[in-house]
């Protein structure tokens, strides 16, 4: 039996994974490095694409993103996909959502099946089966399926918009201004700290889960920072200062010739343009930080919670994010492509279960994904019964020292950049922008599809400074990479109306079924 | 403006390509030759997978198997999958169903979604998009949805199942006989012929195409025959004897170590022990032959009719095959694999439109497959506007003289043989049996989940008798045709929420929604 009775699901937005110190980074984070040290850091997690929607979708229905077909971040989630929140359901279980998921909902499904949009069977398919306490995206103002705008008004915000007019916004000497403009994120944010997303977040959550008592219960708490606007509320937006941020990754083929074609047509998008500058990478990187020491702060103060009210010794605590970002490396910036700064996350797995004791604080090298959160909530709860079309494992047998045979040795994301302007730059059609990225502990290539691929030495080169996609001496590990990928496309779970128990119960028995063909 | 308002779509089950005269084959068949006299024979029409249920669904959603994960004949259609009748109701109109579609309800995601079961939206999605006007698949006994058990009732046939006892019954000297048992086939069924399956289904045909008067119609006329059991009516049970039923096809690999380890593990099916006897496939081949001959007689009466009451000047029409059969061949019974046998069906289009004139009793060298009759049934009907998620293309512009830009080059069929005892024999898991053949003017080659793939150079050797999947000389040739299958695994359409067209128009438009990234 294990002891695991309600799970908490931590997740932060365009988090890099080199940034916390308990991944070697510069940000001090005690909170997240006391959560490691009670349970496994996983050093090779990736997410199934470096884009929020795609990404959070993968990790909401354990499926690739060829598989759940959300492909960017303004493509609806099928009302056919099976999430997280129906898994829970079907076991008379429920999925709270504090914060952000950017599930878009399958208007067009939900009123070709006729579903009432406003029943509660609408409402779950519309939120990706979350039942949302508080829905917030965070990249627009927050919207009435959020408390946080009331929040901020009954808090002396007056504007019909607090978010724009405060939370992302600073009052220099010379007025007020946005922090949609970059040069302004040095400032501090128009809310008070305790006023602040990730605080008003923190707080939906702590009253949630108290308010459950000792029921069981699953929660979404998800943060919309750092994700942009860059905005820190005092004092974490003079925390860090330029000197504090690190090198900056630069490659010899950066904007040259040599340069993979997708990657120079990303340079022409306004984020790149802007963090090509190291001025801007420097100004900004600190707001970045600090948003993160903040978000840290926040979980120091969750955790501290869980631990007053004994729920430590019961709750499975993930912390992981759902990307990274580029922050100026390469001369980039914002997400997308297939370096790890963007698609390699942070990951952290507490299992309260006694058989993990062996495991904690330790590093796990093995890959593992996104697509893996879903089997491993329902194994963690005693739900692995439940057959699931899901494509990833779960991670409860890592957690507890075994290593299941034929774990995968390879780890795989995907991009669809249709909606990006570096499609026009390319000239390509909606449908013509597809990549898929295989990563093993040697080598990353990626499949672009009408150009030719990308490949890194991971052993040579860990930067991921030099693409070999174009060197002939590399022929035949491309070859091989390529093999990966096919074997990974076919075997894709097409097959979603049937499980395999079912097949195994019905194989050969057509004659069963009054079917006699083939006799003589 | 095309002259279309009717469509007609004739599916014939388990009919193979070249049996039919106007292809080359032994049986007379005078009223499809005269169809292919009058419209366009499709010399490499391929079905998507070699089996009733996948291939059918990727006729009625344009889609492939991958896409539409209907895998085998009992894997229910997802209710998310868009078929003909959804696309045609959307304009307004519906397709009605005379026969079989072997549409498995996905009565689980219909629940889910709290559709009412008997509402017409539930009726519809049971039905795979069509309005069963007769709904009769053909290997059990007919259910309520035909009326095909009450109209024998009616002519004399007295029983509970009339079908079983007198359909696929005979009755010799020594009493009745079931039909099931293959060597009973030379014998007349029990019913009169204009009783039988073929009689009766033509007749419900018939009868609503009269009743539809002026009203533009579309109409599937889906023949269980000449697929078994193979139970003749007289005169057709005789028709044809021993010495007209040609070659039977054997490769120098046939049962041999050099055989395809899943080809082989076929034969351990009854089907295929029963024919690989060559007694036994010179019996049955005479009674196929007749249900095939059976076919055509009904089609030149169903044809007359649409000619007197002038419906051939407006109809589009198709006669095709959900896949062919062995019938001994290679020592196979029954079908799946990839032969052309099996995949390469009879495929002939007539289009009413004077644009079509040129190209009246042409064949058509051109790959053609399934997924391409939903948008073509669209195009003709003037509803091309529709946007769908099929993978096809519409055969129109080839109908009409003119070969559109970058047409395939290549056919791809799929199979999924978990249901199949075969997949014991190899010790394999219900979700480790997938294959995927690309075919193209020189090539065919089958990629096998967990085995070596097939290679069959169709230049020197048409009839397939020398499997080259193992021989060293041909990798060159066996990595070109993988890497077909790559680019077409990758280029499945995963996205089926939004449109190309809806991405185009929002393709780099964050800025109007309010989302200011990148901005310094």
Redesign the interface.
């Given at each position: 039996m294990s002891t695991v009775r309600n799970v908490l699901f931590v997740m932060c937005d365009q988090l890099r994974r080199d940034h916390l110190s308990c991944f070697g980074g510069r940000v001090h984070t005690p909170h997240i490095d006391a959560l490691a040290a009670r349970g496994v850091r996983f050093d090779h997690a990736y997410v199934q694409s470096g884009v929020c929607g795609p990404s959070r979708m993968s990790f909401y229905t354990g499926r690739y993103?060829?598989?759940h077909?959300?492909?960017w971040n303004?493509?609806?989630?099928?009302?056919?996909q099976h999430t997280l929140g129906?898994y829970l359901h079907k076991a008379g279980r429920r999925i709270a959502l504090a914060g952000k998921t950017h599930v878009i909902p399958?208007e067009?499904?939900i009123a070709?099946?006729?579903?009432a949009r406003d029943?509660a069977?609408g409402t779950l398919?519309a939120a990706g089966g979350f039942d949302e306490i508080d829905r917030y995206d965070g990249?627009?103002?927050p919207g009435p399926e959020s408390g946080y705008a009331d929040y901020l008004r009954a808090n002396g915000y007056r504007s019909d918009d607090p978010w724009s007019d405060f939370v992302i916004a600073a009052e220099p000497d010379e007025g007020i201004v946005?922090g949609?403009?970059?040069?302004n994120v040095h400032l501090p944010s128009r809310v008070a700290e305790p006023h602040s997303e990730t605080a008003y977040m923190t707080d939906v959550a702590l009253r949630w889960i108290r308010a459950q008592g000792d029921t069981p219960w699953v929660l979404h708490l998800s943060y919309v920072k750092p994700h942009?606007p860059y905005m820190a509320p005092a004092p974490y937006h003079a925390m860090f200062r330029d000197a504090d941020t690190g090198p900056i990754v630069r490659g010899p083929q950066d904007g040259t010739a040599d340069e993979h074609p997708v990657v120079r047509a990303y340079r022409s998008?306004?984020?790149?343009?802007?963090?090509s500058?190291e001025s801007?990478a420097r100004h900004v990187r600190p707001a970045y930080m600090g948003l993160t020491a903040q978000v840290d702060a926040h979980l120091g103060r969750l955790f501290e919670a869980l631990r007053e009210s004994g729920r430590l010794s019961d709750t499975l605590v993930v912390f992981t994010a759902d990307h990274g970002e580029f922050m100026g490396d390469r001369g980039l910036?914002?997400k997308e492509l297939f370096y790890d700064e963007v698609v390699r996350v942070p990951m952290i797995v507490v299992d309260p279960d006694s058989r993990a004791d062996a495991t904690r604080g330790t590093r796990v090298a093995h890959f593992v994904e996104g697509v893996d959160m879903v089997p491993t909530f329902l194994e963690a709860l005693g739900l692995a019964a439940i057959e699931t079309y899901c494509e990833g494992r779960s991670l409860l047998p890592l957690l507890r020292g075994e290593i299941p045979a034929g774990w995968r040795d390879a780890a795989v994301s995907e991009l669809?950049y249709?909606?990006?302007?570096a499609?026009?730059v390319l000239g390509r059609?909606?449908?013509e922008c597809?990549a898929?990225m295989v990563r093993t502990s040697e080598w990353k290539y990626i499949?672009w599809?009408g150009f030719r691929p990308q490949l890194f030495d991971l052993g040579g080169d860990p930067l991921e400074l030099v693409d070999l996609g174009a060197d002939a001496r590399f022929e035949t590990i491309r070859?091989q990479m390529?093999a990966r990928?096919?074997d990974w496309?076919?075997?894709?779970?097409?097959?979603?109306?049937?499980h395999?128990?079912d097949?195994?119960r019905?194989?050969?028995t057509h004659r069963s079924?009054?079917?006699?063909?083939?006799?003589?």
């Open positions: 993103m060829s598989s077909g959300a492909t303004s493509v609806p989630l099928s009302v056919a129906d399958d067009a499904g070709r099946l006729g579903v029943s069977r398919l990249h627009t103002p946005s949609w403009d970059m040069r942009w998008h306004d984020e790149c343009r802007s963090f500058q801007v910036g914002e669809d249709g909606f990006r302007a499609r026009r059609g909606p449908g597809r898929f499949h599809e070859a390529r990928l096919f496309l076919a075997g894709l779970r097409r097959r979603t109306t049937l395999d128990a097949i195994e019905r194989t050969a079924r009054g079917i006699h063909i083939g006799i003589w």
